[in-house]
């Protein structure tokens, strides 16, 4: 097991602190690491990609998981995996689809460990169907204060804190996870402009549930009549007898995905420091909005690329400044479309330079005590950390979306305060009850957890 103490930040890089990090080769080496843990206690990280400080523990110990990547047998008769935590989506989705299989929910990025996306909850672009990613577990492996590795299954109140709990319940090392069949390994895809909000959310919701995967971007630049215009896209499994005629000789299925980290833009040189500003994240947002089709059906695409296409480009974090960037998002439930439209307004009218904002539908809440996601409308940006005002501007978003009865995103959170997080999570005595229960000392404790009292 390598040691070393290093500054650790969110993938949004902010807050840096510094922590004693421990790369274990095996569970016994993680046990020894919990057991022997500081005052200061340990949290687990993955591939840190959670934006916020939910993977830090400042002059605590940090247990890095991406060295536990093992995928076991894969049952291809019953549709079930065995994998530990630090397998990544993108290399589980590269094992799974040349055998006919999907992972159960995938997420925007396949840069995402199944340890992270447990304890996220992640819900994917068919959230209204699937729900998020611990819906999909079939039990669960998880190392407890005591430095003892539980079995855990569903129903039980340590899942339903542990889905979700960002870590704080103990380390994740492994799980069982059920499949989705395919028959292909390409996507049919269909893709639409609306001319401003009020269009996009009438486009999300025409046709029901046809198309199961969907999202939208949403540009956050456009003001006036075009406020909250965006471009839909939709997608759904190919089946076989969708492919072009000349296409009949190829194979079903990919022998493997693209290569992890692999760019379409080979020498492209790194993305210069901090060169998004207002006009040119207007001019982004422009040009993206003008080059899509108006309205295109039936167009194919490989599974990873429909999924994960921004995992092929150029780092993106540079754009947004020395500061790093913060990431928003927060749900509001069915019935509160208004809210979510003064939001959208406020943003366009401060121009913040947004050119990423995604859009998506949430169905039936999943058990996890604090998972994110509850039925309603999903949004979610980025935005240059160093804003003038930033943090008092998102949190006067935080108390309206908390009045609508809405909720921030705690695994993708940065700056909110203990009291918005309280107001907007009702489960939350309810998990601080059972982490008390479980390690009376705090042994998991990270950034997050001390800044929001979890």
Avoid: K
Avoid at 394 to 411: H, I, K, P, Q, T
């Amino acid at each position: 097991m390598s040691v070393d103490t290093v500054s650790l930040t969110g993938w949004g890089r902010t807050a840096p602190t510094t922590a004693v990090r421990f790369r274990p080769r095996g569970y016994e080496e993680a046990a020894a690491v919990v057991r022997g843990r500081g005052p200061r206690g340990v949290i687990a990280r993955g591939l840190g990609r959670s934006p916020g400080d939910a993977a830090q523990n400042a002059g605590g110990s940090v247990l890095d998981l991406s060295g536990l990547a093992r995928i076991g047998g894969v049952d291809a008769a019953a549709g079930v995996v065995r994998c530990d935590a630090g397998v990544s989506l993108e290399r589980l989705l590269r094992v799974l689809l040349p055998l006919g299989w999907l992972p159960p929910v995938l997420p925007g990025t396949g840069r995402v460990t199944v340890g992270g996306a447990i304890g996220s909850d992640l819900p994917g672009l068919d959230h209204r169907r699937a729900g998020s990613f611990a819906r999909h577990v079939s039990a669960l492996e998880l190392l407890t204060a005591d430095g003892e590795v539980r079995t855990v299954l569903p129903g039980t109140a340590l899942f339903d804190a542990t889905a979700g709990g960002l870590g704080l319940t103990g380390v994740v090392l492994g799980a069982t996870l059920r499949l989705r069949r395919v028959s292909t390994g390409l996507m049919a895809v269909s893709t639409e402009r609306a001319g401003d909000l009020d269009d996009l959310l009438a486009r999300f919701t025409a046709g029901g549930d046809r198309l199961p995967y969907a999202s939208a971007w949403v540009d956050l630049m456009a003001r006036g009549r075009a406020t909250g215009r965006g471009i839909l896209t939709r997608g759904e499994h190919a089946t076989p007898d969708m492919r072009p005629a000349h296409a009949g000789r190829t194979r079903l299925f990919p022998r493997s995905g693209a290569a992890p980290g692999r760019s379409p833009f080979p020498g492209l040189p790194p993305l210069p420091d901090g060169l998004l500003g207002p006009a040119a994240a207007a001019l982004c947002n422009e040009v993206r909005y003008r080059g899509s089709p108006r309205a295109r059906t039936g167009e194919l695409r490989p599974v990873p690329a429909f999924f994960h296409a921004s995992d092929a480009l150029p780092d993106v974090r540079p754009l947004y400044g020395r500061g790093g960037l913060v990431r928003y998002r927060f749900t509001v439930g069915y019935g509160q479309e208004e809210t979510l439209h003064r939001v959208v307004r406020r943003i366009a009218a401060r121009r913040s330079p947004a050119v990423r904002a995604v859009l998506q539908r949430f169905g039936a809440a999943d058990h996890g005590l604090l998972s994110f996601a509850a039925p309603g409308w999903s949004l979610e940006l980025d935005l240059p950390a160093a804003l003038p005002g930033l943090g008092r501007f998102l949190d006067g978003v935080d108390e309206e979306v908390a009045a609508a009865g809405g909720r921030v995103c705690l695994a993708q959170d940065s700056r909110m305060r203990p009291e918005t997080a309280a107001a907007m999570y009702p489960r939350l005595a309810e998990f601080r009850e059972l982490r008390a229960r479980l390690g009376p000392a705090g042994a998991f404790r990270s950034d997050l957890s001390r800044r929001l009292g979890l």
